[in-house]
């Protein structure tokens, strides 16, 4: 398993540290002026922030379940290139 420290030395890459504050990513201020939101707490209670966030994340390819979020909303929906889903 990974660790949780940030390459810059900070403790734990909380969703908190990698929205506000870590340096690897870009947009964070675009973001939250599409959410219309300055405070973290309130970005999560809003439907709004919720969203802006969501698209945030999805833009910086952090998580592997957001890589195919990114490419239906990319290609449409029923991307041809993926391998189908085996039936069990």
């Known amino acids: 398993m990974g660790s949780l ?6 403790l734990r890459q ?3 540290y990698i929205i506000l504050l870590c340096p690897l ?7 939250l002026l599409a959410a219309g939101i300055e405070n973290y707490n309130t970005l999560l209670l809003t439907q709004k922030g919720l969203k802006a966030a969501t698209r945030w994340l999805i833009s910086q ?4 379940q957001f890589w195919v979020a990114k490419e239906i909303a990319i290609e449409g929906k029923g991307a041809s290139n993926r391998r189908p889903l085996i039936t069990l």
């Open 5 to 10: 420290r940030c390459e810059y030395g900070w």
């Open 25 to 31: 990513r870009t947009g964070q201020e675009a973001m």
């Open 61 to 64: 390819n952090m998580l592997d």
């Open 14 to 16: 909380t969703l908190k």
